[in-house]
């Protein structure tokens, strides 16, 4: 739904210079941010941590980054360090967002299947103008993707077969997920999600049940 | 939001029909399935029974209703059963109730805090054109208000401290229980909910922290 690299950029790049670290290629920084993003998830997912939201893991996520690029985490402040971590809720969407999930949603009820907290979502979608008829989720489910627990709860609490519930997805590993959890699979491609580099997650590609060019593509092939 | 009593009182009485007993006002049907409501979340409330959604609730009160009036449940039949609970899904709104949240929304985030289930609320939601920022309630914090947990979830969910949180209800009790967390309170007055009867709650009554006619004139007074 949304450019994270881009906006992750930009606010970081704002940071950083406040913190007179403008040597700090902000999109490197992005991505050893994001890097981080499924090692964060995985004791959660192995069940040896309790589930906690991802603005936690967002939070240590990006001190594990200051650290990595040697910028002292008390020095950048605590009221700073909330701000930078609320950058995940600022996203700007992909142009096709707004208009492919309104076309959408006139023939389907449209439900933020997300491992971003309600609250990241929420802020995320009034910001955006995402028209969302319900936020689910990790945080709901207290499991993050790919755990079946997180796809299987959504079909449960929407009182749907999981085979009549679709996950609309731009990554192969979470679309491998849904299907093993019986679900029926769209991806929905963005090539630049990653700068032009290829996805980390390119191996993990299957024939899904749709593939589409953006959500606007997607709405059309289903008829809305 | 929605006048539930009209709304179960129609379909009552198409499903009483149907099963040729209509010699049962479906009005008095409507207040007999809803009067089992406050006894079907004691148990939930006060500890003795695990959290069940309210769609399963709504079909354990309408069982108890139809035998009561001496219907016999197996000769309704399963799919008729479900369709019936199911109407609580179908309520249309108070004609306020669109254009009030509507005006609410462009200031505030606007969060269903009901002890419907997810499912109940996004059905209602659509049909009516209830343009939720996100539903939780409920079947989020596994708690029925007027239990402290299920505004307080919601507060922490949201993240936000409870006195930055304000219930929005038509029902004392509720606004009690909200109050009592820590919650601002927004009474909004429904005089023919019970169909002009008085409200079972009508000693809960406090002065709360605003007072509204209706939805849109709780939007005009906190200027939207």
């Known amino acids: 739904m949304v450019d994270w690299r881009t906006g992750i950029a930009r606010e970081s790049g704002r940071y950083l210079a406040s913190l007179e670290r403008t040597d700090i290629d902000p999109f490197a920084f992005a991505d050893a941010w994001r890097m981080r993003y499924v090692p964060a998830m995985a004791a959660v997912i192995g069940g040896s941590r309790p589930f906690v939201v991802l603005d936690t893991l967002h939070r240590e996520m990006l001190e594990d980054v200051l650290g990595a690029y040697e910028i002292d985490v008390a020095g950048v402040g605590e009221a700073r360090l909330v701000d930078w971590v609320r950058a995940w809720h600022r996203l700007d969407p992909w142009s096709d967002a707004v208009e492919g999930l309104t076309r959408l949603k006139k023939r389907f009820p449209i439900v933020a299947l997300s491992n971003g907290n309600v609250v990241l979502i929420l802020d995320m979608a009034r910001r955006a103008g995402l028209p969302w008829d319900a936020i689910l989720g990790a945080e709901f489910s207290r499991a993050y993707k790919p755990d079946?627990?997180?796809?299987?709860?959504?079909?449960?609490?929407?009182?749907?077969?999981?085979?009549?519930?679709?996950?609309?997805?731009?990554?192969?590993?979470?679309?491998?997920?849904?299907?093993?959890?019986?679900?029926?699979?769209?991806?929905?491609?963005?090539?630049?999600?990653?700068?032009?580099?290829?996805?980390?997650?390119?191996?993990?590609?299957?024939?899904?049940?749709?593939?589409?060019?953006?959500?606007?593509?997607?709405?059309l092939q289903l008829g809305c």
């Open 148 to 219: 079946p627990r997180a796809y299987l709860a959504t079909a449960q609490t929407l009182a749907v077969d999981p085979g009549e519930l679709c996950l609309v997805a731009a990554h192969h590993s979470d679309l491998g997920g849904a299907r093993k959890s019986g679900l029926r699979t769209a991806f929905v491609d963005r090539p630049s999600e990653y700068g032009g580099a290829p996805a980390p997650d390119a191996s993990a590609r299957q024939e899904w049940d749709w593939t589409a060019s953006d959500l606007i593509d997607l709405a």
